[in-house]
């Protein structure tokens, strides 16, 4: 009997990705390449394949010399269902050669890769030029938070290995931030000792930071207008290990029609059940385009 071609089945070519990674300048002007990318969006030929959490192996519906971009995909606000392309980190283009039935990585990308648990995996950077990036990595004498008059604890800097975020002296990662809360200093208020200039209308900002925590956070900015106004922002909840988180600041920044530069601020208080509690921080960056 003659089958039609719709009746045919087309088998995939199937693109494994391990892993996104992120590359940053050696200078950590860019702050470090420590991330949360979760998902890859991938596209053929500029048309959306789908949306994947990592690793996934991905199959496509093509086959030969076939134009790949790879998106970056993190969590909003550290919210599941926020599920967004992280604006301020440039798309992954090459070509990849797709054979129906056969599984590849991104051996022959011409791309910059790295390898990832024996696969070879694309590597992401933020966009060369037009971004503005503040950093906090506690790796300096100096904290470039301070605590603010309310606070009843402050912050400073740990260089205990097993409290400091991927703790490794040859990457120049050594310290991390630490609030320590207990008896009656159950509540901590931190802002920045720099204040940012209000951003243009139509820009995005976020606040990228590590967090290991024992209490629920709060963080928002400081609006400098002629009476200065605390605007609260997004919650962070508490955590059994370190996570990445990026913060959507812009309603918050730009919730001020008279605002001229602003600030931000961390808090957190331990619940009623609570005597003691420690909060780390690491890698933060303000990262905006300038």
């Given at each position: 009997?003659?089958?039609s071609s719709c009746d045919k089945t087309t088998e995939p070519a199937y693109l494994h990705?391990?892993?996104v990674e992120l590359e940053v300048e050696s200078?950590?002007?860019?702050?470090?390449?420590?991330?949360?990318?979760?998902d890859a969006w991938v596209?053929?030929?500029?048309?959306?394949?789908?949306?994947y959490e990592?690793?996934?192996?991905?199959p496509i519906i093509s086959e030969g010399d076939q134009k790949i971009t790879i998106l970056g995909g993190v969590l909003k606000n550290g919210i599941q269902t926020a599920r967004i392309t992280y604006p301020f980190y440039q798309q992954y283009i090459t070509n990849l050669n797709l054979k129906p039935g056969a599984t590849i990585d991104f051996s022959e990308s011409s791309g910059t890769t790295t390898q990832k648990n024996g696969h070879t995996v694309p590597v992401l950077r933020y966009f060369e030029s037009g971004l503005v990036f503040w950093n906090e990595r506690f790796e300096e004498a100096g904290v470039q938070f301070e605590a603010t008059a309310e606070s009843q604890a402050?912050?400073?800097?740990?260089?205990n290995p097993s409290q400091v975020f991927e703790y490794e002296p040859s990457n120049q990662s050594t310290g991390s931030g630490i609030v320590v809360l207990e008896g009656n200093n159950r509540y901590f208020e931190v802002r920045s000792t720099h204040s940012f200039p209000q951003i243009a209308p139509g820009t995005e900002i976020y606040l990228e930071l590590n967090y290991l925590t024992a209490c629920t956070l709060q963080?928002?900015?400081y609006q400098n207008t002629p009476f200065e106004t605390k605007v609260y922002g997004k919650g962070i909840r508490p955590n059994s290990q370190w996570s990445k988180i990026y913060i959507d600041l812009t309603p918050e920044v730009r919730g001020s029609t008279n605002g001229t530069s602003f600030s931000i601020f961390i808090e957190g208080i331990l619940d009623s059940g609570q005597n003691f509690g420690e909060v780390f921080i690491d890698n933060v960056k303000l990262v905006y385009p300038g």
């Amino acid at each position: 009997m003659a089958l039609s071609s719709c009746d045919k089945t087309t088998e995939p070519a199937y693109l494994h990705i391990e892993s996104v990674e992120l590359e940053v300048e050696s200078d950590f002007s860019q702050g470090t390449n420590a991330h949360g990318i979760r998902d890859a969006w991938v596209y053929l030929n500029d048309r959306l394949v789908g949306i994947y959490e990592l690793p996934s192996t991905v199959p496509i519906i093509s086959e030969g010399d076939q134009k790949i971009t790879i998106l970056g995909g993190v969590l909003k606000n550290g919210i599941q269902t926020a599920r967004i392309t992280y604006p301020f980190y440039q798309q992954y283009i090459t070509n990849l050669n797709l054979k129906p039935g056969a599984t590849i990585d991104f051996s022959e990308s011409s791309g910059t890769t790295t390898q990832k648990n024996g696969h070879t995996v694309p590597v992401l950077r933020y966009f060369e030029s037009g971004l503005v990036f503040w950093n906090e990595r506690f790796e300096e004498a100096g904290v470039q938070f301070e605590a603010t008059a309310e606070s009843q604890a402050n912050m400073s800097i740990t260089q205990n290995p097993s409290q400091v975020f991927e703790y490794e002296p040859s990457n120049q990662s050594t310290g991390s931030g630490i609030v320590v809360l207990e008896g009656n200093n159950r509540y901590f208020e931190v802002r920045s000792t720099h204040s940012f200039p209000q951003i243009a209308p139509g820009t995005e900002i976020y606040l990228e930071l590590n967090y290991l925590t024992a209490c629920t956070l709060q963080v928002g900015v400081y609006q400098n207008t002629p009476f200065e106004t605390k605007v609260y922002g997004k919650g962070i909840r508490p955590n059994s290990q370190w996570s990445k988180i990026y913060i959507d600041l812009t309603p918050e920044v730009r919730g001020s029609t008279n605002g001229t530069s602003f600030s931000i601020f961390i808090e957190g208080i331990l619940d009623s059940g609570q005597n003691f509690g420690e909060v780390f921080i690491d890698n933060v960056k303000l990262v905006y385009p300038g």
